[in-house]
């Protein structure tokens, strides 16, 4: 039954319940993107000074990427509970622990774009009177963004699944829709919501494909049909 009767009845699909409840789920999508949006930009910002950090050497490499390979594994209940006394029961709680989670993913994506860049392009920028600055900013960064968007895909998508966590501080996004439909069994508003969730996932990731794609159109310049000469 999926017409007027569909939310007395607990069906999953019930649009019933979307329209009656299009300006909550609105909210709720509004929050989640927010969230996701600032954590991925906070954790992008510090990761890239961590890559440069860690490409110094085996020294610097090693705890660098154990420290945010360990914070990857606190589940994320202790790791909103060790942030609640600092941070308090606030929206900076939930984008401080997903820019903790986002690190291991984004630190290896740089560090992986910058280490393939080969190294008589290096050469031949500091021949050509490129300063560390200028060859990291106008050679090093640009050859890095395919490994680096990988990982920022990756990250991004991650950090939208972890987002509804923050439900447990009232701060989840979508999150706040799907955790007390699972207690009540609220069915129509876990599969929306939940909907909503994947949703946001693909689009965010399509998004960043296409500017991918943009940035880098080397990636695609020496592509031809096949059959057909240079």
């Known amino acids: 039954m999926a017409g007027r009767g569909c939310l007395v009845a607990n069906d999953w699909f019930c649009w019933e319940y979307v329209s009656s409840r299009s300006q909550e789920l609105t909210d709720a999508t509004l929050e989640h ?8 930009l906070i954790g992008l910002a510090v990761s890239l000074p961590l890559a440069l950090l860690a490409r110094r ?3 610097w490499a090693a705890p660098v990427l154990g420290l945010t390979t360990l914070l990857y594994t606190v589940p994320s209940l202790a790791m909103f509970s060790l942030l609640l006394p600092l941070l308090g ?9 997903l820019v903790l989670y986002s690190l291991t993913i984004l630190v290896r994506g740089a560090l992986a774009g910058l280490e393939s860049v080969p190294e008589e392009v290096r050469e031949a920028a500091r021949g050509m ?35 509804t966590v923050g439900s447990i501080v009232g701060k989840g996004g979508l999150g706040n829709l799907i955790a007390p439909a699972v207690n009540s069994s609220f069915k129509a508003q876990v599969l929306t919501a939940s909907l909503l969730c994947v949703l946001l996932a693909l689009v965010a990731d399509l998004l960043l494909l296409g500017v991918q794609r943009l940035l880098t159109p080397w990636t695609r310049a020496g592509r031809r049909p096949a059959g057909k000469e240079a």
Request: hydrophobic share 55%; proline share 5%.
């Open 129 to 163: 009177g490129y300063g560390p600055g200028r060859l990291l900013w106008q050679v090093e960064l640009p050859l890095a963004l395919p490994a680096l968007f990988a990982g920022l895909r990756i990250a991004t998508v991650s950090t939208v699944a972890l987002t």
């Open 89 to 97: 029961l606030s929206a900076a709680l939930v984008v401080t622990g």
């Open 33 to 40: 993107v927010w969230i996701t949006g600032v954590s991925v």
């Open 57 to 59: 050497g085996r020294r």
